[in-house]
């Protein structure tokens, strides 16, 4: 006689596993914790244990900026003529290729037009997942496009930047874009139309050391990494340790390098305030 005895039979372990909890938690690089996708999406993609601001693609920081997430897209038929017919690892037009197959964009910039608290403003959002949100001619284009739309109308531009820097299979056409922009937003300026730079984490290179310098309000999220050269290259060159910190937001607003550092829930309303005082 047994002591227990197995009423049922034996565990089903036909058929598919249905549950799957693979990708619904993601780990924070801030604070190590393991955090429930879902909360971190509510939140703004800011991690609710310790504020750290992860990146969000150019979408997502259109629909948080514009009331209700309502705006249209303006300028979006442009797409780069691989000028250079450059290959590194692989042809650049199949890189092109792969990064419009998986952002469904043509290139690392969204041109949109609607109101945020009720003004109508052009946001023209970068976006990072194309090519690490490399400037070419098209990203030139089209934010220069931005600038002269918002100069005939006379309504306010808002650029957020996220990008490593110049593209450089390019060469020297993605270098042009720096001085066509900054021209652009000079007439923007001379017009006295205003310009808000929103860096956001990563804003490196040649997007640093042009356009998102240059707003009447240069402001950045939380933490972000924001320079021109990296770190490396710096501490090869000068030969010294870098200070804790360096290149992050923070720091930049502590030595007079931007404006203000805002957290992304109050970003919206931090630059709607601005421009009402500006207008
Ligand atoms: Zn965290």
């Not at 601001?53 to 797409?79: C, M, P, V, W």
């Not at 306010?156 to 996220?162: E, G, M, N, S, W």
């Not at 340790?241 to 957290?263: N, T, Y």
Request: hydrophobic share 40%.
């Amino acid at each position: 006689m047994s002591w227990f005895k197995r009423e049922s039979q034996e565990l089903d372990t036909s058929g598919e596993k249905k549950v799957k909890t693979e990708g619904l938690w993601v780990k924070c690089e801030g604070c190590r914790q393991i955090i429930w996708k879902k909360d971190l999406e509510e939140n703004q993609n800011v991690c609710p244990k310790c504020d750290r601001h992860f990146r969000i693609d150019a979408r997502a920081r259109l629909a948080l900026l514009f009331d209700d997430g309502q705006y249209t897209i303006e300028d979006a038929n442009l797409s780069s003529t691989d000028p250079l017919n450059f290959t590194d690892l692989k042809p650049y037009s199949s890189r092109l290729k792969q990064a419009q197959s998986s952002t469904h964009l043509k290139d690392a910039i969204i041109n949109a037009r609607g109101k945020l608290n009720g003004r109508e403003v052009i946001v023209s959002a970068m976006e990072y997942s194309f090519i690490g949100g490399s400037m070419g001619a098209v990203v030139g284009e089209t934010i220069t496009r931005a600038a002269e739309k918002a100069l005939k109308d006379r309504i306010p531009l808002i650029i957020v930047a996220a990008s490593g820097g110049a593209r450089m299979m390019e060469g020297t056409v993605s270098l042009m874009a720096m001085a066509k922009i900054s021209a652009a937003l000079a007439r923007l300026d001379d017009a006295k139309v205003p310009y808000i730079s929103v860096l956001t984490d990563p804003t490196t290179g040649g997007v640093t050391a042009s356009f998102a310098m240059l707003g009447d309000l240069n402001i950045a999220e939380p933490g972000a990494l924001i320079g021109f050269a990296g770190p490396r290259v710096i501490e090869q060159t000068i030969r010294q340790k870098l200070p804790e910190g360096f290149q992050r937001s923070e720091f930049l607003l502590q030595h007079g390098m931007i404006d203000a550092v805002v957290h992304r829930r109050e970003l919206k309303n931090y630059i709607g305030r601005a421009l009402q005082w500006m207008t």
